[in-house]
């Protein structure tokens, strides 16, 4: 049983359409994020929802827009996607005042064209 | 504010060598610290973590790491390296006590050849 699944693991779009990346875990954290690594290898934080509420946003284009329907799920959506989204988005979840640890999904790799 | 840098994007070792990975951080508060694995393709992996206590922590498939405030580092390392320990290293940072962010470093490659 995965405990942190992200859908689609693949999606290639065009420039300007919408997309979405669903996430959820099984694990029964109050927290979850996304985090994007750029073609660098390079991890940043985008998000962090805490039960249902968004803690951090850094400094994210309002193109990208996080939902939460439940503290198991961490959805995110794109709008009018540019060929810089182009990256692999990952999704995290844990607590890590407590757990000290964030356990990550497998990642999606976006490419734009 | 905290940051984590990772010398060395590219390390390479024979089988059976001995693996080191560089990793100092900054925090002005006392840090949490991670190593996470990633494989190709892959998420990431916790390969072990500090929080309080021994400052040598021991991780999965024979790591180890060192926290030493005095030098504001928590280097990574595994005394012989097999061809499976090929793979993408990140070090990261957290404070202590905060449901806040991971900060991570920019990554080491590890080779390893035959």
């Known amino acids: 049983d995965t405990a942190v699944s992200q859908t689609p693991k693949y999606l290639v779009t065009q420039m300007g359409n919408d997309k979405s990346i669903k996430c959820e875990q099984n694990l029964g954290h109050d927290t979850m994020y996304w985090y994007k690594q750029d073609s660098k290898k390079f991890l940043k934080i985008m998000f962090s929802?805490?039960?249902?509420?968004?803690?951090i946003n850094e400094t994210v284009p309002n193109r990208f827009s996080p939902k939460s329907p439940d503290k198991a799920h961490l959805n995110l959506h794109i709008n009018s996607l540019e060929l810089g989204d182009s990256a692999v988005y990952f999704c995290?979840?844990?607590?890590?005042?407590?757990?000290?640890?964030?356990?990550f999904g497998q990642g999606t790799r976006l490419t734009v064209v | 504010a905290q940051s984590v840098t990772q010398l060395g994007s590219h390390v390479s070792v024979s089988e059976g060598a001995l693996v080191l990975l560089r990793c100092n951080y900054s925090?002005?508060?006392?840090?949490?610290l991670f190593w996470y694995v990633q494989y190709p393709n892959q998420g990431l992996q916790l390969l072990l973590k500090?929080?309080?206590?021994?400052?040598l922590v021991k991780g999965i498939n024979g790591f180890e790491a060192e926290f030493k405030k005095s030098e504001t580092s928590f280097h990574l390392t595994k005394p012989s390296a097999h061809m499976s320990d090929a793979a993408e290293y990140f070090c990261?940072?957290?404070?202590?006590?905060?449901?806040?962010?991971?900060?991570f470093g920019t990554g080491t490659r590890l080779q390893v050849f035959p």
């Open positions: 500090y929080t309080t206590g021994a400052t």
């Open positions: 995290a979840s844990g607590r890590l005042d407590r757990d000290t640890e964030a356990f």
């Open positions: 929802y805490n039960n249902k509420e968004l803690i």
């Open positions: 990261a940072v957290s404070e202590m006590g905060n449901t806040d962010k991971l900060i």
């Open positions: 925090s002005s508060v006392p840090p949490y």
